[in-house]
């Protein structure tokens, strides 16, 4: 059984993302960038699954910039076996990464494909869910559990109430959530090791994806500020601070 | 424009969360209420719905495939309804989160997630980056596909309207998905994300049994809910759902007492709108203090029950 990881490169996630000051987006020349946390923890869920010989072959896909390799190069790393990188300067959004991954999934045929539940950039927590509906296959979405047997995967997820556990058929789709697994660091070796599998290189054209974007970003702004207010000296001016809020226990 | 809101009901009964989205739709076009469930429960929540302040309509959409909410089932339905409308919105909750984009794929438009404000016909905020950026964006879309954030936005009345209901006719078991279970956590305490005080507790708690000692009797005092960073969650002082933050749940509330909780981006991500923020913290370089309206430098083993005892 083959499984596909797609991982986004986004800005670290130590970074405090700062405002450009003509309002056109947010300044990432310069900054510090990683592989999208959730989809650290979603290679190493497919990575595990691997391990337990639940799987055979991992295949890590990212869309963006050519740096967008380096994400890719540490989920070889990690341990996934090839990886495939979707060339392109734009910036893609969510609905044009899931019809192009459809269409990678089209080629490879994984029984399951993992992401992340959100992209720390955009925020979006869209595109696995996307891409389910676009191969009209089930989703376990916010995943802090996966565990495959036979033709199904059964998937306890974080949801508002609790932990909500469902069962669907494979192929499915599953979005990692904080609490599915603690990534591992990539060994030096394995980092060496990592340049030498195999990453293919393609373009949304050769897809037929069309990317151009349907939402247009007109600002892009800070949040209100949040001035410092004051510190109190003791629990007793804290309790009198509160009090004179209209706080009464 | 026509909108059409998907909504959360338990037990009978319309979530809070679904009159702040109903607010925000309002502000789109005219409101219809989708109230998608099983048998008697769902008929419950369709007469609740109808009463809500600017509802204009409810569809009842009655079958045991919906009862679970999974979104292999409920989002068909909604995509077979959409012919009529201009607009679909959810909140931003785990289940909108889960069905709404669903629903924006096969109706081939981009969905615009957890939107703040609605700034024109098809514009609109959102939070990016854990809220350290705010973008506004318009849509080209025909369609649009929303979720909301509750905090976002005032609750419609509960009580006012009389809209007729509808029953929509139901697509059925997709047979792709199944449900197993739910694990609540049980909790007699105002719910974390409507309630007015919040306290909540970080990773210098120690374990389950410290958090329960300190944070709890505090919260007890003030009739407040609990919540915990992701530190706290991870190492296993409380649940999950427990968790505030860019990944957990966002909350507003008129005080947030954050105790021995370091004040990460993504912690404060899902508090910084808060109305006061109190922090008690014993590094008074935390970060937490750089937003705090009124911060405590001292070990919160000693302030927090001094604290309980005082108020
Ligand atoms: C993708 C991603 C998403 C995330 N999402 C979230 C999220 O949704 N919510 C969230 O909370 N975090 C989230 N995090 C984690 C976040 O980055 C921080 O790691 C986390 O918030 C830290 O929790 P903390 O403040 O409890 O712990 P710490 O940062 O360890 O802080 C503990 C604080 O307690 C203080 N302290 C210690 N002992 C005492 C004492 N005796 N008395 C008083 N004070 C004391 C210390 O001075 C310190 O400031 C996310 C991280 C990532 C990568
Ligand atoms: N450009 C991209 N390349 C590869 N994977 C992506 C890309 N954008 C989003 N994803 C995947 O989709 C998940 C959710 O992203 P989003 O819907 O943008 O919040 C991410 O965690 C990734 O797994």
Redesign the pocket.
């Known amino acids: 059984m083959k499984i596909l990881v797609p991982v986004k490169r986004v800005i670290d ?1 130590n970074v405090k993302p700062r405002v450009k000051p003509d309002g056109s987006g947010v300044d990432i020349a310069n900054v510090k960038m990683s592989m999208n ?2 989809d650290e923890i979603a290679v190493e869920e497919a990575v595990r699954l691997k391990e337990a010989g639940k799987a055979d072959e991992v295949i890590a896909v990212s869309i963006g910039a050519p740096k967008s390799k380096d994400v890719l190069r540490t989920a070889l790393a990690m341990g996934a076996d090839r990886a495939i990188l979707i060339q392109t300067e734009a910036e893609v959004e969510p609905l044009a990464v899931a019809k192009i991954l459809k269409a990678v999934a089209a080629e490879e045929n994984p029984q399951l494909i993992i992401l992340g539940k959100q992209a ?1 950039d955009d925020d979006s927590n869209q595109t696995g869910q996307m891409l389910a509906a676009l191969i009209d296959r089930p989703q376990g979405t916010f995943a802090s559990k996966v565990e495959i047997d036979g033709d199904h995967v059964t998937v306890t997820r974080e949801v508002d109430d609790g932990l909500e556990t469902v069962k669907l058929a494979l192929p499915a789709i599953v979005t990692a959530d ?1 609490r599915l697994n603690e990534p591992r660091y990539a060994s030096l070796p394995n980092i060496m090791k990592a340049k030498k599998k195999p990453m293919d290189e393609k373009t949304p054209e050769d897809y037929g994806v069309d990317i151009t974007a349907r939402l247009k970003t007109l600002k892009v702004a800070e949040p209100p500020v949040r001035q410092a207010g004051e510190k109190v000296g003791s629990v007793d001016e804290l309790v009198a601070k509160l009090k004179a809020l209209g706080v009464n226990a | 424009m026509t909108v059409l809101v998907l909504v959360e009901h338990e037990a009978g009964a319309v979530k809070d969360v679904t009159l702040s989205t109903v607010t925000a739709a309002a502000k789109i076009g005219a409101v219809h209420a989708l109230v998608a469930g099983e048998g008697d429960e769902a008929s419950k929540a369709a007469d609740a719905a109808a009463r809500i302040a600017g509802v204009e309509k409810v569809l009842l959409a009655s079958d045991a495939a919906y009862a679970k909410m999974l979104p292999e089932n409920v989002a068909p339905l909604i995509t077979g309804l959409m012919d009529g409308y201009d607009a679909f919105v959810a909140s931003a909750t785990s289940n909108g989160k889960n069905i709404a984009p669903r629903v924006a794929a096969k109706l081939d438009v981009m969905q615009i997630s957890d939107i703040l404000s609605v700034e024109g016909e098809k514009t609109f905020t959102r939070p990016i980056y854990a809220g350290n950026a705010i973008a506004t964006v318009e849509s080209s879309d025909a369609k649009l596909v929303i979720t909301v954030r509750g905090t976002a936005f005032d609750k419609a009345e509960a009580e006012g309207g009389s809209a007729a209901i509808e029953n929509a006719s139901a697509e059925g078991d997709s047979g792709l998905s199944s449900f197993v279970g739910l694990e609540a956590s049980e909790s007699e305490r105002p719910d974390l994300t409507s309630a007015k005080i919040v306290v909540s507790g ?3 708690l120690k374990d389950a049994e410290t958090f329960e000692q300190v944070i709890t009797p505090l919260a007890d005092k003030l009739g407040a809910a609990v919540g915990a ?4 969650v991870d190492a296993g002082y409380i649940s999950n759902d427990y ?6 749940k966002i909350v507003a509330p008129e005080l947030y007492i954050a105790v ?5 981006i ?2 404060l ?2 508090m910084k709108d808060s109305k006061v923020i109190v922090a ?4 008074e370089d ?1 970060p937490i203090f750089q937003i705090a309206d009124i911060g405590l430098v ?4 000693e302030a927090v029950p001094e604290l309980t005892g005082k108020l």
């Open positions: 996630y946390p959730f720390i904080l | 970080g990773r210098a960073s992701r530190a706290a968790q505030v933050g860019q990944t957990g021995g909780i370091s004040g990460a993504q912690h991500a899902g008690i913290n014993k590094d935390a001292a070990d919160l083993f």
